[in-house]
């Protein structure tokens, strides 16, 4: 239904600022609601961040509430995760996803069917 590439990942100072993007195919992008995922080195996947269909909503891991934002463009199909104040513990592969469940934000990564290939962020001290 939706194919997503994230870009935008790299490596950083501790500190510093990077901005995630989520590119979306397709024509129903707004019918999606967004989240982005982490995993770290030996570590289980995570939820960093998610919102609604139209945007009005959002909801973060505690991890990154008060630094991470996370947006979308309905009308450019593409979802970003703003990160600041990054320290070394947030070095992870990154990864939007596509949830049709039927709620407004899930954190549930099983509720989400479709997902991009990953975008590495390394955050040096």
């Known amino acids: 239904q939706v194919q997503l590439v994230e870009s935008g990942g790299g490596l950083v100072q501790a500190g510093g600022s990077l901005r995630l993007s989520c590119a979306a195919s397709g024509r129903t992008f707004s019918s999606y609601l967004m989240g982005w995922f982490r995993q770290a080195p030996g570590k289980e996947r995570e939820f960093a961040a998610a919102?609604?269909?139209?945007?009005?909503?959002?909801f973060y891991a505690g991890s990154v509430k008060g630094r991470f934002t996370i947006s979308r463009d309905n009308a450019k199909n593409t979802v970003y995760l703003q990160m600041n104040s990054l320290k070394p513990e947030d070095t992870a592969v990154y990864y939007c996803?596509?949830?049709?469940?039927?709620?407004?934000?899930?954190?549930?990564?099983?509720?989400?069917?479709?997902w991009g290939q990953g975008t590495q962020v390394t955050v040096s001290s």
């Open positions: 996803a596509a949830s049709s469940a039927m709620v407004a934000i899930t954190t549930r990564s099983s509720e989400y069917h479709t």
């Open positions: 919102i609604s269909r139209s945007g009005g909503n959002t």
